[in-house]
């Protein structure tokens, strides 16, 4: 008795949980359970981490043409993703002037890549420095 006092109550709640199961199922079957229990919790994960996806995604989905049925959460997140980045025009090149443009090439200034304020401030350069 001396012992069980130096036991905790949770402690010994475990080991008399563990007498019960040796007795109910024996030596024999406890590897069994233990790898049963084992592949529910790994199930368990893989279930968790493949969640059906909420109302909003669903509905956002819908909006730009994709089927959501029998897609994980994760799945229809990468779909959303990819179309939207399809979708994504192009950065618009701020138009220039013709004028300016045909001024500029004419000083032989090369205008790729250049906004129409870079494209004057060049020809000013190039013109005050003749």
Sequence with gaps: MGVLLFIDTQ???LIIIAFIVLIIWGPS????????????IREF???ASESEPEPE???IAKKLGIDPT???RDE??????????????APEKPS???KVLEIAER???????KSEEDLIKEINWRLSNK
Excluded: H
């Design 11 to 13: 402690t010994l709640i």
């Design 29 to 40: 079957k406890i590897p069994q359970l233990a790898r049963s229990l084992g592949q529910s």
């Design 45 to 47: 994960k893989r279930g």
């Design 57 to 59: 995604l669903i509905e």
């Design 70 to 72: 029998g897609k994980s």
């Design 76 to 89: 229809l997140l990468t779909e959303i993703n990819n179309r939207l980045s399809q979708q994504r025009p």
């Design 96 to 98: 220039v002037d013709p």
């Design 107 to 113: 000083l032989g200034i090369d205008t790729r890549g």
